[in-house]
Antibody
Framework: QLQLQESGPGLAKPSETLSLTCTVSGDSFSRTGFYWGWIRQPPGKGLEWIGTVHYTGSNYFNPSLKSRLTISIDKSKNQFSLKLTSVTASDTAVYYC????????????WGQGTLVRVSS | QSALTQPASVSGSPGQSIAISCTGTSSDVGGYDYVSWYQQYPGKAPKVMIYDVTNRPSGVSNRFSGSKSGNTASLTISGLQAEDEADYYCSSYTSISTLVFGGGTKVTVL
């Protein structure tokens, strides 16, 4: 059974960089037809798609976050990572890593989510 | 990109049927059959209930069904049960190769 686990600091300072890593286990990270992505949810609010990457390196980003966003893959460790620069309080959210199918037609596996607070 | 439009809340009595709408544009919901629906309980990760507008993943109750007409997709829950009380989100692939979610709908079982 595929499992995803987010890891990283639970606190980031304003104007600094938020960094998270997702470790994938239980299945091939390079299986054709699947993508890996990040979704966030501010406290008490709805879901927001952040971005998605394919193991070949192709990436797709939310236009509203694109200028601050990097998503990278480490195939040797079955991990993918998120870096969001110049964070503000509005970036406080539960961050989920997930597996998406082709055309983002469904998100079939999710991590448990990790809360990141942006505060000085 | 703008979020898809969902009603903030929908309620129904046990055994009734309810429908949740998800309105987008011809660049997302209306342009692709890649609409999915997610159920989320408080403090938990979402779970896919419907994908490709009408398809149910293995293990999802057949009380959940999806449809689409033009730029609006809908999730119908038949035979409403107490365990269906949760938040529901729609999502759609878009013409610029992104994913957009709806604002979410809180379902209350009266």
């Amino acid at each position: 059974q595929l499992q995803l686990q987010e890891s990283g600091p639970g606190l980031a300072k304003p104007s600094e960089t938020l960094s998270l890593t997702c470790t994938v286990s239980g299945d091939s990270f390079s299986r054709t037809g699947f993508y890996w992505g990040w979704i966030r949810q501010p406290p008490g609010k709805g879901l927001e798609w952040i971005g998605t990457v394919h193991y070949t390196g192709s990436n797709y980003f939310n236009p509203s976050l694109k200028s601050r966003l990097t998503i990278s893959i480490d195939k040797s460790k079955n991990q993918f990572s998120l870096k969001l620069t110049s964070v503000t309080a509005s970036d406080t959210a539960v961050y989920y890593c997930a597996r998406l199918q082709l055309w983002f037609r469904q998100i079939d596996f999710w991590g448990q989510g990790t809360l990141v607070r942006v505060s000085s | 990109q703008s979020a898809l439009t969902q009603p903030a809340s929908v309620s129904g009595s046990p055994g009734q049927s309810i429908a949740i709408s998800c309105t987008g544009t011809s660049s997302d919901v209306g342009g692709y059959d890649y609409v999915s629906w997610y159920q989320q309980y408080p403090g938990k990760a979402p779970k896919v209930m419907i994908y490709d507008v009408t398809n149910r993943p293995s293990g999802v109750s057949n009380r959940f069904s999806g449809s689409k007409s033009g730029n609006t997709a809908s999730l119908t829950i038949s035979g409403l049960q107490a365990e269906d009380e949760a938040d529901y989100y729609c999502s759609s692939y878009t013409s610029i190769s992104t994913l957009v979610f709806g604002g979410g709908t809180k379902v209350t079982v009266l």
